[in-house]
C-alpha cells in the first residue's frame, strides 16, 4: 500500500516542474501568509474536469497546508471522474485519493442531503407564493439536485411557467410542463448517456418506459438481452462508472418481476423517455406491457403486476381495447375494496378508451359506474348513468340489457321518492322479465312494485304485488 501510495505521489509531483513549481511555491506561500490573519476557504467545483495544472496545484498546497487555517472545499461527480479514461482522468483520481486520505479529511455524500430542505431555502430567498404541491413536485423531479433546480427554477420561469405578481412575489402561473427538460441538464445527461454502449441504451430505454424503478427481467427480455447480462450490466458499470441506475434496495421476488432497479435521478428516467421517437416509444410500450401481462397470467401467486400499470402501458400503445379490459379489472378490485371514488375514476377512463360504437361494451361500463355512484349517493350522476345505459339498451335492443337499465331506473325512482315513475318503470321491467323467463328479475321488480305502493300508502294496490312475489319466490330456487 505504501509502495503504491508513493508511486501515485511521483507521478502527481511530476506534473508540476520548473517554473511551474516556483508558481506554486509562491501560491503556497501567499496563501499561508493571507490565512495567518483570518481562516481561508478555497472553493473547487467540478474537479473530475480539473485540467493537469491544476491537479498538480491541489497536490501540491495539499503536501504543504497541513498547518494552516486553510479549508479546500472540492466537488466532484464520481460518475464523471469513473468515464475519464486517459492520463489526465487517472491523474484525477490519484489527486483526489490522495485528498481523501488526508487525516483531516471529511467526505460528504452529497446524493444524501436533505433535497427539499435545499429547495425550500432556495425558493425561499425570494418573495413568493409558492404552495406546498409546487415544491413537493419540483423535488419529484429533481430530488434537490443543486444545478438541476436551479436550472429548472430559470428554465420554468423564461418559459412564463413562474412569474411575479403586482406584489413582486413569484408564483406558478398555468399548468407546468415538468416533462421539458432545461437545456443545460439536457446537455448534461445527454453526454453522458452518449457515452453507453448501444446496447446498454437499448436496456435502459426498455427500463425507462416502466418508469423511475423497473424490472431487470422486462427490461431485458424486451432488449432481447440474456437476463443475466442485463443483471451484470445494471449492477456493473451503469451503477458504478456511469451512476445511472443503483438497486432498488427491494427484496428480489420472482413472482414480482425478479431484481428491481431504480434510475438514480428521475431526470435520467426523462431524458431517455423523452428522446425515444414516437414509433420505438409505442412499440416499447406494447412490448412492456405484453411481457408484464404474461407474467402475472402465469403467477401463482401475486405478481405485483397492477391492471392500472397494464392499461397505462397499453393505452400509450394505442392499444385502447386491453387497456380498457385491465380498467375494468382494477374498477372490479376497488369496489371489493369499498374504493368507490377509485372505481369511479378507474371506469371513467375505461370509458373514454371504449369506442361510442361498441354499445355493449359502454353498457357493461355504465352498469359498473352506476353502481359505484349508488354506494357513493351520488343520485345525479347516478341518473346520468341511467339515461345512458336506457339509450344503450334502446339501440342494442337486448332484452337483457332493456331490462336491466329498466330495473335500475326503478330502482333510482323509488330511492328518490318518485313512486309513480317507479311503479311505470316496474310495469316494463316485469313485462321484459316474464317474456324473459327471468324469474329472479320479476322478483326486484315485485319487490319493488309493493314497497312504491306502500310509500304512497296504497295498501290494496301493495297486497296483489307482495302475493304474486310469494308465488314467484316458491317457484325460484336461487343457486347456493
Do not use: I, K, P
Given at each position: 500500500m505504501q509502495a503504491s501510495s508513493d508511486a501515485e505521489g511521483r507521478g502527481l509531483n511530476n506534473q508540476a516542474k520548473g517554473p511551474q513549481l516556483a508558481f506554486f511555491d509562491q501560491l503556497t506561500h501567499f496563501l499561508m501568509r493571507l490565512a495567518r490573519h483570518a481562516p481561508l476557504l478555497l472553493a473547487l467545483d467540478n474537479l473530475h474536469w480539473a485540467d493537469a495544472g491544476t491537479i498538480a496545484l491541489i497536490h501540491h498546497l495539499e503536501q504543504r497546508l497541513n498547518r494552516s487555517h486553510i479549508l479546500i472545499a472540492a466537488a466532484y461527480c464520481p460518475g464523471a471522474l469513473a468515464l475519464e479514461q486517459d492520463e489526465l482522468g487517472r491523474f484525477a483520481g490519484q489527486a483526489l485519493h490522495e485528498l481523501r486520505r488526508h487525516p483531516l479529511a471529511t467526505l460528504v455524500d452529497l446524493d444524501r442531503a436533505d433535497g427539499q430542505r435545499f429547495i425550500d431555502d432556495l425558493l425561499d430567498r425570494t418573495a413568493n407564493r409558492f404552495d406546498e404541491p409546487l415544491r413537493a413536485a419540483l423535488y419529484r423531479h429533481t430530488e434537490g439536485h443543486a444545478l438541476f433546480t436551479v436550472e429548472m427554477i430559470h428554465a420554468l420561469a423564461e418559459r412564463g411557467a413562474l412569474s411575479q405578481d403586482r406584489d413582486g412575489r413569484w408564483d406558478a402561473s398555468g399548468v407546468i410542463d415538468w416533462n421539458a427538460l432545461p437545456p443545460l441538464v439536457e446537455a448534461l445527461i445527454g453526454e453522458r448517456i452518449d457515452r453507453l454502449l448501444s446496447s446498454n441504451r437499448r436496456l435502459l430505454e426498455a427500463a425507462c418506459v416502466q418508469g423511475d424503478e423497473f424490472s431487470a427481467q422486462i427490461a431485458a427480455e424486451v432488449s432481447r438481452m440474456d437476463e443475466h447480462l442485463a443483471v451484470a450490466r445494471l449492477s456493473g458499470d451503469l451503477a458504478t462508472a456511469h451512476h445511472i441506475v443503483a438497486s432498488s434496495g427491494r427484496p428480489a421476488d420472482a413472482a414480482a418481476s425478479g431484481l428491481r432497479y431504480r434510475f438514480r435521478h428521475h431526470l435520467f428516467q426523462a431524458y431517455l423517455y423523452n428522446t425515444l421517437d414516437e414509433g420505438r416509444r409505442v412499440w416499447l410500450h406494447r412490448a412492456v406491457g405484453s411481457a408484464l401481462e404474461a407474467q402475472d397470467a402465469q403467477a401463482k401467486t401475486a405478481s405485483g403486476v397492477t391492471p392500472q400499470a397494464l392499461a397505462w402501458h397499453f393505452t400509450q400503445a394505442g392499444e385502447h381495447a386491453r387497456a380498457a379490459g385491465h380498467l375494468r379489472t382494477a374498477s372490479q378490485g376497488a369496489l371489493a375494496a369499498h374504493a368507490?371514488?377509485?372505481?369511479?375514476?378507474?371506469?371513467?377512463?375505461?370509458?373514454?378508451l371504449t369506442p361510442p360504437e361498441d354499445h355493449?361494451?359502454?353498457?357493461?361500463?355504465?352498469?359498473?359506474?352506476?353502481?359505484?355512484?349508488?354506494?357513493?349517493?351520488d343520485q345525479r350522476s347516478r341518473a346520468q348513468?341511467?339515461?345512458?345505459?336506457?339509450?344503450?339498451?334502446?339501440?342494442t335492443q337486448q332484452p337483457s340489457?332493456?331490462?336491466?337499465?329498466?330495473?335500475?331506473r326503478a330502482t333510482l325512482a323509488e330511492e328518490t321518492t318518485h313512486y309513480w315513475e317507479a311503479i311505470t318503470g316496474v310495469n316494463a321491467a316485469l313485462t321484459l322479465a316474464v317474456a324473459a323467463g327471468d324469474l329472479a328479475a320479476q322478483v326486484e321488480a315485485h319487490l319493488l312494485a309493493g314497497r312504491s305502493h306502500w310509500w304512497r300508502g296504497e295498501i290494496r294496490l301493495r297486497t296483489p304485488a307482495m302475493s304474486v312475489l310469494c308465488t314467484?319466490?316458491?317457484?325460484?330456487k336461487p343457486r347456493r
Open positions: 368507490h371514488v377509485t372505481a369511479v375514476d378507474l371506469l371513467t377512463q375505461a370509458l373514454a355493449s361494451a359502454r353498457f357493461a361500463l355504465l352498469a359498473m359506474r352506476e353502481q359505484a355512484h349508488t354506494l357513493l349517493r348513468d341511467v339515461g345512458e345505459l336506457e339509450r344503450l339498451a334502446a339501440l340489457q332493456q331490462l336491466g337499465a329498466a330495473l335500475r314467484v319466490r316458491r317457484r325460484w
